[in-house]
């Protein structure tokens, strides 16, 4: 379980940063940054873990609370498929970063950062590999950017149904997969991925292609 042990070896107002999406085929890259300002109460202490390990409503509940809890601080950002086509998914994942320190309410003095390479936030950065497993701020920063994110793709899910994004938040499931291949590439797909790109080339141009809507964040 993660601990608080890398923020108390600072001793001042350190963030924890995580982002999810890197790997889908389709929707936007998430990251959000939380601040214990008073240290992490026993309650979260003893659930948070990597959001990844936990059940979605287990992670709903956390997110509920990390919100409803005093002195805890939290930044969300997002990079969107047209910002990751751009950059490549890294450097879209280090804007999302960025913007999630960004819109903290208080400047951090250190920034943790679930990984192995950090952006530049304007103030210190310790990468930490595997962090959501060993930081309490990292692990709250996953569960955040993982409900944050879900919940941005099931809202795509209702006008693009074809996808079952509501189940597979934009992975390359079998689903998804049969998906693109019987309705073609949406707006909101990374048509840089190469799952995507071969679909693309190998279908004949949907009606999904002429739509007038944009990826949205």
């Not at 609370?65 to 047209?82: C, E, F, M, R, W």
């Not at 960004?102 to 990984?115: I, T």
């Not at 099931?154 to 998906?179: D, F, Q, S």
Request: charged share 20%; glycine share 10%.
């Amino acid at each position: 379980m993660p601990d608080y042990t890398l923020e108390h070896a600072h001793g001042g107002r350190v963030a924890g940063v995580d982002e999810v999406g890197r790997g889908p085929l389709a929707g936007p890259v998430v990251a959000a940054a939380v601040m214990f300002l008073s240290g992490v109460p026993g309650h979260l202490a003893d659930t948070l873990d990597d959001s990844k390990k936990l059940r979605p409503k287990v992670r709903q509940q956390l997110y509920d609370t990390l919100h409803q809890t005093p002195d805890v601080l939290i930044g969300v950002g997002a990079a969107s498929v047209a910002e990751i086509e751009h950059h490549n998914i890294l450097r879209a994942s280090w804007i999302a970063m960025q913007r999630a320190v960004g819109r903290l309410p208080q400047w951090p003095e250190l920034v943790l950062v679930d990984g192995n390479a950090a952006p530049d936030f304007g103030c210190p950065a310790q990468c930490v590999v595997g962090g959501d497993a060993i930081s309490l701020s990292i692990a709250a920063a996953s569960v955040v950017a993982k409900v944050v994110r879900d919940r941005a793709m099931e809202r795509l899910a209702r006008r693009w149904p074809a996808y079952g994004w509501e189940r597979n938040a934009g992975y390359g499931t079998p689903i998804h997969r049969a998906g693109l291949m019987a309705h073609g590439v949406s707006p909101h797909h990374r048509a840089a991925f190469g799952t995507v790109r071969r679909i693309m080339q190998a279908s004949c141009p949907s009606s999904l292609h002429s739509s007038a809507e944009q990826p949205s964040c």
